[in-house]
């Protein structure tokens, strides 16, 4: 199937409508939804005739030019922290900030670096946006914000939270918090066109082979036939989303979202144990030839707490979104990728050309 055939269909009439010659500041330009959503940009530029330009946001060209290469039109790279670079000579239609640390041991490792990044980093965005005749900011946050929930019931965007400031890895989730509060203050003070999005874990092509939070960790498993060794009882329940499906949220969020509004991006089908992934992993994608084996050990990696995070997407759901993936597309089409990768990085050539 060619790249992101679905979701063109799905934004056409969106797209059509409103980005004649719109430009986009994509913050977090070498993460995992970063990257994705130029790259769907370009895609969209190559079947339109570069209605769109993009400019993404990156501490490390180096890396940034791996994923897309030295010049592409339509593309613009912007180097630079987002703490500190100095946007005052851009002009910017829609910004869709995703930079973040996602690390779960970066956030007990660095908790000043995370907190300073989400913070600092959205304050600059903001100041900017509010000097600038903006369509429209969305905000990349967390299900984390919700805290450790420890029953199956579901989770809505009024939900509250128990997350314990006295904890260092509540840098992460508490950054995400402070963030949506800026953002409501700069929405409401300066009449901002703001929308926030909480998604789940994330995962499917575009996750780096060294990624260390759990589904690379089985993913690699299955590639390299190892066992999966899990670190706890694999108790922590929550829904996973493919990169594709939170693609899709953030486009229908940012042009059918009133302003203000925020929404749980999920899909609630794949509401799961770590543990039962790990299985179904074992039995599904690699067809049994790896089991699972639990080795429990001291926490050392940032893991949160065992939870229960079912969050529930009926808001979105009401402006016409719904997930088109399903958690074997979720592993398989990542598996692939990774796969893919491995084989152009020996051979040098590039893999992403529009």
Known sequence: ??????????LNEL???????????????TGLIGKTL???????????KQKLKIIALVRDLKKLKACFGEEVDGLEYLVGDVRTVDLSNLHVDYIIHAAS?????????SPIDTLSVAIDGTKNLLEFARKSKLKKFVYLSTMEVYGYPQSDEKIFETSGTNIDTMDVRSCYPESKRLCENLCVAYSREYDLPINI??????????????????????ARCVLENKDICLKTKGLTKRSYLHVYDALTAIFQVLYLADSGNVYNVANEATYCSIYDMAVFVSRKISKQRIKVIITEEE????????LCMNLDTSKLKQLGWKPLYDLEDMFNM???????????????TKKYQF
Do not use: H
């Open 101 to 109: 640390q996602t690390s779960s041991k970066g956030f007990i490792e």
């Open 197 to 218: 999005l909480r998604l789940t874990q994330t995962f499917g092509p575009g996750v780096e082979y060294n990624d260390g939070r759990i589904f690379a960790e089985f």
């Open 299 to 306: 926490n050392k990696y940032g893991y949160a707490p065992t």
């Open 38 to 48: 130029i790259r769907f940009l370009l895609a969209w530029n190559a079947k339109a």
């Open 1 to 10: 199937m060619q790249m992101f055939e679905k979701e063109l269909q799905i």
């Open 334 to 348: 990542m598996i692939l990728d990774l796969q893919d990768n491995q084989k152009e990085n020996n051979n040098g």
């Open 15 to 29: 797209l059509e409508q409103e980005d004649n010659g719109k430009t986009f500041l994509i913050t977090g330009a």
